[in-house]
């Protein structure tokens, strides 16, 4: 869930149980952005809380798609209109037909939750490109899709602080009066992440094909969407937990079994074709394969984990992703996909209870039971997990809230050896609009503990200072005292930093500067 009223962040962050360190300013390094051009929001969408948008990288194929996910339109971007910042429109639904069987048509009150259009992923194959649309109904001709949720009545229990009995968490249907914002006036919706593979010529989409179909709740809560292609072309997906606001993720992350609270690896080649290879994942909206220089990944470079068979692939490269937290830690995770590919040993990220040991994980944390439909404590703190944990795999870097720091939650990261000098990552977060970054590298086989994060402050590009970080540029397009933009980080095609506000359609170039 992507929208938390400020009130409730207030409560939140004043909460008496144990977080991340704060965060501190740093005075030696700045970043710089600079307006490159936008995208098309209509009116109604600028208002708070009323948008869904989003963008994906195709850096093989020198361009990027902007998503409008909401009202599904999609667009597309590269360097040769760079100039201009002039975007393409390539598919609108209502101009194009939704493919056949698709129900696309739903309206949904939660807006970032409407996910018509979830995702773009690049294809290895040329003049192709790969849609996630999220529809209530299957293709035409698909009997069943090629994940479910956990089985129907396998998870019963209650909501809103023992208040409500629910017959099936992920199937709960019309939210009870006592789920806190969204009670007795949402209604949940079984549905699916339909993925079809498209041709794509001259920014004209034709011949849509669906090899893969998952299941998963379209509720005010965690529906995944991150995702990374391989060298091969199979595609990381994932998946979120699949479950309303204020659990603990339950025991589906923790069975291998089960597709929610996932990372699956999907074949486009095949039809329903994907394993497992990571779990114990809440919310992760943003992944990336990062190779270092020299083409070094984790596993070749800093070792090896638990004495895991090496699988041949050290050369693929390391998948980093931000992983939305609860209410205790916002993680950004490293891994070899070396390591996530040997599924001999499924890689364990920590969310949901596992059966071995009862317990359940948020960051270097343990978390008690949360109560499912209650904001801003839920799943609370319940004590601290040794570090490094045998068998799980603790955050490159964690961060929570403090009286001053009304975080919500990770909206996305970049890494980028053109942008950025002594930084190694920034990130942002839905909510302030700040920058955030590390000096660190990913370490795995020496990890004692989360990396050190710090504020990064933010210039425009006549060197202002802008205080609020990149809440000043959705005032500065919008007016009258507008702030929250919820911002999306990602790479040019040329390797340089960007942000992408969603609020404002409007997308910018980041650069470190020296303070």
Known sequence: MKFLKVSLLLSLARSGWAQPDPLSPIDTV?????????VPVKDENAHPFSYNMN?????????????????????????????????EKIWELGIDSAPDGLDLSY?????????????????????????????????????????SLPAPGAYPGYVSVGKDFVEDYYRIGNLPADVEIYGGWVRSYSMYDVFYKFNLKNNVLSYPRPFFALENQMIPGHQGGGTATLKDGTILYSVGDCLLFGHDGLYAPQDDLESCGKILRIDPTELDSYEVVAKGVRNSQHMKIHIEDGGESLSKKKGKRGGKKKSGKADWGN?????????????????????????????????GRNTRDGKAREGTFYISTGIGGKL???????????????????????????????????????????????????????NTGLILGSFDDYNLEDYTGPANGYKI????????????????????????????????????????????????GVFYRLEEISL
């Open 30 to 38: 700045g970043i710089k952005v600079t307006k490159v051009g936008s």
């Open 55 to 87: 963008v994906a990288e195709d850096l093989e194929n020198n361009r990027l798609f902007f998503l409008d996910q909401k009202e599904a339109i999609i667009y597309a971007y590269s360097p040769l209109n760079a100039e201009s910042g002039n975007v």
């Open 107 to 147: 309206e949904f009150p939660f807006s970032a939750g409407t996910w018509r259009v979830h995702q773009v992923i690049p294809s290895k194959e040329k003049d192709e490109i790969i849609i996630v649309f999220g529809s209530l109904t299957l293709p035409t001709g698909w009997t069943k899709p090629s994940a």
């Open 319 to 351: 998948l980093v992703f931000a992983d939305i937290g609860g209410v205790t830690a916002e993680e950004v995770n490293a891994v070899s996909v070396a390591d996530l590919l040997d599924t001999e040993h499924i890689e364990n990220f920590g969310w």
């Open 376 to 430: 801003g404590d839920q799943p609370p703190y319940q004590g601290d997990a040794p570090v490094p944990e045998p068998g799980y795999i603790q955050p490159w870097i964690q961060f929570g809230r403090s009286e001053n720091d009304f975080f919500y939650g990770i909206a996305s990261f970049c890494l980028s050896e053109t942008s950025l000098d002594e930084l190694k990552i920034i990130w942002t977060e839905f």
């Open 457 to 504: 402050k933010l210039y425009d590009e006549d060197m202002m200072y802008l205080e609020n970080g990149l809440n000043d540029l959705v005032d500065k397009e919008l007016g009258g005292g507008a702030s929250r933009g919820d911002p999306r980080m990602f790479n040019y095609p040329d390797g340089t930093a960007g942000v992408f506000i969603e609020r404002t």
